[in-house]
């Protein structure tokens, strides 16, 4: 099964271009802040006083990025740049096997600028100008990148100090909207804690749209997000068997007391006097305020198009008229009786279990060695049970 990283869209391929004398007629003042030639209207940042290498990275219809480096650097910290720059190098030797004098060598890269920029300062080890505390689109582009050119292995010094930051993403306010980047996040670093919980926020908030498509709390469809392997079927699949788990903790007390097959004692009435009046109470209660929010007659799952989120919100805003017998006290009334509904729908939530292959564990546990982040105890019980010896069948 192929990874995020060969999923990852692969970098361009190098071409060899002649340095006119517009671009490098003076030898340049090199410093790590960008500088623009004079008489040049093209802005270059260099990162090392032997720079050897010009990387043009091309961002939508944006201006090109270009970047001086020492090819020798970025060799050593990706095999995707060090196939790119020896494919290149042996076809822009001459015959005695040099490279071509009046030739510079170019290498042509796709993603954000600002990522592939952070990446270039740490394998030319310029660490000042690494964010402290990066923004949740940072890390996703930085992700996105790593993973792209398979230089995840760099970030080890920062990963964990920047993953902590996300530490209660899934409680903030847009956690909806952006759980996808937190998503890819924690699998590029290995955080397994991140990853389960932001998967989580992902199945909660996704619904299907007028098209058909499962897509985010924002419309976005999901199939069209950076997604790790496997996970849009894994989020589509879990949600639909929760939502008909939920709709059916609704349908049965609906059903029960519908067709008079009442319980004794009752399962609803909690005081044990006048039990089959108060379940009238209820159902009589509760069928209007279904039905206001579109609960009634109870869809089926498969038309069911809202989030499990909505339909969370849509039950806890039910309430049931608490029954009130005459010989009773006030403070003896069955405001405690109810259908059961909210306590269905956290024990359908906290059921929710979203599967992962070995392919995913062994993903993950490598990622995290990779990155310097420290296993969750159930990644570190996956290690211990897959390193188990495998007895032979007798």
């Excluded at 290498?53 to 970025?74: F, G, K, R, W």
């Excluded at 310029?126 to 398979?150: H, N, R, V, W």
């Amino acid at each position: 099964m192929p990874s995020a990283e060969d999923q990852a869209s692969s970098a361009e391929t190098t071409e060899i271009t002649e340095i006119t004398e517009t671009t490098h007629s003076t030898p340049r003042a090199l410093t790590p802040i960008p500088e623009a030639d004079s008489g040049s209207e093209r802005l270059i940042t260099t990162f090392h006083p032997d720079a050897d290498l010009e990387v043009i990275i091309q961002a939508h219809n944006d201006d090109p990025t270009i970047y001086m480096v020492c090819a020798s650097a970025l060799a050593c910290a990706s095999p995707i740049w060090r196939s790119m720059l020896y494919h290149d190098v042996a076809h822009a030797r001459n015959a005695e096997g040099e490279i071509e004098s009046g030739q510079n060598q170019t290498m042509k890269l796709d993603g954000d600028p600002e990522a592939i920029g952070l990446l270039f300062r740490i394998v030319h080890y310029d660490f000042s100008y690494l964010p402290k505390e990066p923004t949740l689109g940072q890390l996703f582009e930085i992700g996105k990148s790593a993973c792209q050119y398979k230089c995840t292995r760099i970030l080890y010094p920062w990963a964990e100090q920047w993953t902590t930051r996300l530490a209660n993403f899934v409680a903030e306010v847009d956690c909806y909207s952006e759980c996808h980047k937190a998503v890819f996040i924690a699998w590029t670093f290995g955080d397994m804690k991140l990853y389960r919980e932001t998967v989580d926020a992902l199945i909660v908030s996704a619904k299907i749209d007028v098209q058909g498509k499962i897509v985010n709390i924002s419309g976005q469809p999901l199939e069209e997000m950076l997604m790790p392997v496997d996970l849009l079927k894994i989020i589509t699949e879990t949600r639909a068997s929760t939502v008909a788990k939920i709709l059916d903790a609704i349908k049965g007390p609906i059903q029960i007391l519908s067709s008079g097959e009442q319980f004794q004692p009752s399962a609803y009435c909690k005081v044990g006097k006048d039990s089959q009046a108060c379940e009238v109470m209820m159902l009589g209660s509760v069928i209007p305020a279904l039905t206001k929010a579109g609960l009634f007659p109870v869809p089926e799952p498969k038309t069911f198009t809202g989030s499990i989120e909505d339909l969370k919100n849509k039950i806890d805003k039910v309430k049931t008229i608490p029954y009130v017998g005459k010989e009773w006290m006030p403070h003896m009334s069955h405001e405690s009786c109810n259908l059961g509904f909210r306590e269905s729908v956290m024990a359908c939530l906290k059921g929710m279990t979203v599967p992962l292959s070995a392919v995913i564990m062994s993903w993950m546990s490598n990622q995290a060695d990779t990155c310097g982040i420290k296993a969750t105890e159930e990644l570190q019980e996956w290690r211990r049970r897959s390193e188990e010896p495998v007895e032979n069948a007798a």
